[in-house]
């Protein structure tokens, strides 16, 4: 294998481990090491939002458009952390709103897919919110370039917990809108999260599987160990070195004998079309070890008993399509669909107008909300 190939490759491991894409953000509010903090003394309960310091400037990769009011919101989740989102709303409207949370791709910020997603659906009636996950983006909490399944699952519940309690959101019609990784995060919410009345889970991810298995489930016992042999002995080093390595991504340009999807993420996140510069998946990527949870858990144990309306959209393309047959199966009863875009690639769902099927997301989520 060509050297340029295989340097390709390790970036795109890195993104396999973690699908990256989230951001150079900047660390706002550090903990003075100096005043140290008598946590055995606190008792105090309450939810604490953090100021940040938000971006003013309209810096997403996608234009403004003029039939909808845009803010930037904040709101906290149970492990203290705050999360930074883009807010947006029909311009005009009467009477209480359908919401919907929207997050992805797994390691990208919402200047990219997931708040071109949120405007398109407030272009269409609904208020969304498109949200940086912890430690990533705008959003709160340090080391940088972490996460968890159980932190992104709370980061999801966190943006219902804030849409559910503005004034102008009907709570009983409230669903979240997944992409890439966060499809498959979004579907894991749903089996917890009895206020969500639909789930769309677009050009989805497993994180779980593919942390652990590899693109394809190419990754058998041997290299599973391999894999923790290196998780552990960069975890000694790090510490050792009082800072996170950070696992890279992908390369500048893709090598011609790059797999096609490769070369698709390498179109989307390192060109005009989505390279932002707070997006891990365009720059260094994630932390060298912010796979472990993922390396040793399963997405999706209680999927089976998800009671509310479940939309997978997949390319027919895509080399993740396995990813949402396979959810597909697991899903029981009427409340499932699996809607297969015709010559669609993994990425055309982030950000092709002409492909993403908006229409059809409109009236699964009226439809589940009647």
Not at 19 to 27: I, K, Y
Not at 131 to 157: K, L, M
Not at 284 to 294: C, H, Q
């Amino acid at each position: 294998m060509r050297k340029s190939l295989r340097n390709a490759l390790a970036g795109v491991l890195a993104l396999a481990m973690l699908l990256s894409a989230t951001c150079f953000a900047q660390v706002t509010a550090a903990a003075d090491a100096s005043e140290p903090v008598n946590y055995a003394a606190m008792t105090d309960t309450s939810i604490i939002i953090e100021p940040i310091v938000l971006t003013q400037e309209w810096d997403k990769v996608f234009p403004l458009s003029d039939e909808v009011n845009h803010r930037k919101v904040t709101f906290a989740n149970h492990f203290g952390t705050t999360l930074v989102a883009d807010l947006y709303e029909p311009k005009e409207y009467s009477g209480l709103l359908p919401a919907v949370a929207v997050c992805g791709p797994f390691g990208a910020v919402k200047e990219q897919s997931s708040g071109l997603y949120a405007q398109e659906m407030a272009k269409r009636g609904f208020l969304a919110i498109a949200f940086d996950p912890s430690y990533t983006g705008e959003s709160g909490r340090t080391p940088r370039y972490f996460n968890s399944p159980d932190i992104n699952v709370e980061d999801y519940q966190a943006a219902i917990d804030f849409l559910s309690v503005q004034e102008n959101v009907d709570p009983q019609r409230i669903g979240t809108i997944g992409i890439c990784g966060w499809g498959g995060m979004a579907l894991q919410v749903a089996a917890l999260d009895t206020r969500i009345k639909a789930t769309a889970a677009m050009t989805m991810y497993d994180m779980s599987r593919n942390t652990a298995l590899g693109y394809f489930d190419s990754i058998d016992a041997e290299g599973r160990y391999a894999a923790r042999v290196a998780y552990n002995n960069q975890r000694t080093e790090d510490y050792k070195n009082g800072e996170y390595k950070l696992g890279g991504a992908l390369p500048e340009q893709a090598p011609e004998d790059a797999p096609q999807y490769v070369k698709d993420y390498v179109a989307y996140y390192k060109t005009e079309r989505g390279y932002h510069p707070r997006c891990l998946n365009s720059n260094n990527g994630w932390a060298a070890t912010a796979g472990g949870s993922l390396m040793n858990m399963r997405l999706f144990e209680y999927a089976p008993e998800i009671r509310s309306a479940v939309l997978l959209v997949h390319g027919e393309e895509a080399h993740s399509l396995m990813y949402s047959q396979e959810a597909y199966k697991l899903l029981q009863g009427e409340n499932k669909e699996l809607l297969t875009i015709p010559g669609a690639s993994h990425t055309d769902l982030y950000d092709q107008m002409d492909i993403i099927p908006f229409d059809k997301l409109e009236s699964f989520f009226m439809e589940a909300f009647a």
